[in-house]
């Protein structure tokens, strides 16, 4: 799902690439993925979320990992949606645009490797017959954390603008 007024700016900060295999394969190649998404912070027409992402071959060729920060920006209603599970692929719809950022690493990754790169449309809800295994989507919320933050300085400006 495309949400125009929403942007999703991707932060990668780790890519991990492991050859388990140094023969390679000549045959066909199926990826296992597990992937986590955590919501660190949220903030009026902001939500930041962290993502790891392991991709495995079966049978056993190579494995990727990849982990980072994704930042939402727009209106809450249509961040909201961008992190609602797609009812097709049973992945949230911000996942989507956070793999295509990811693929493009792991992709350079492969090629360095000589190695056989994941699929680029792993998490589109138009390709039938991909195994995705072990999704889980983790949130926590720091929305109350954050509006205390906001009373606590409002309150030290106020009393040190007493003081003077």
């Not at 919501?39 to 982990?67: A, D, Y």
């Not at 929305?143 to 409002?154: H, S």
């Amino acid at each position: 799902m495309y949400i125009p007024n929403v942007s999703v700016n991707v932060d990668i900060t780790s890519i991990v690439g492991a050859k388990l295999n140094v023969k390679g394969s000549a045959g066909t190649v199926n990826y296992d993925v597990k992937a986590r998404l955590e919501e660190k912070e949220r903030r009026s027409q902001r939500v930041v979320v962290g993502f790891s992402l392991m991709l495995s071959t079966r049978p056993s060729v190579v494995k990727f990992e990849i982990e980072g920060n994704a930042t939402l920006d727009g209106k809450d209603a249509e961040i909201s949606k961008m992190l609602e599970v797609d009812p097709e692929t049973k992945v949230p719809y911000v996942f989507q645009v956070i793999y295509q950022n990811a693929f493009t690493a792991m992709y350079l990754l492969s090629t360095v490797m000589n190695s056989p790169p994941p699929p680029n449309d792993l998490f589109s809800s138009k390709k039938e017959g991909v195994p995705i295994e072990d999704i889980s989507v983790e949130t926590q919320s720091t929305e109350t954390v954050a509006e205390e933050n906001v009373a606590k300085e409002a309150e030290n400006q106020k009393s040190s603008g007493e003081s003077q």
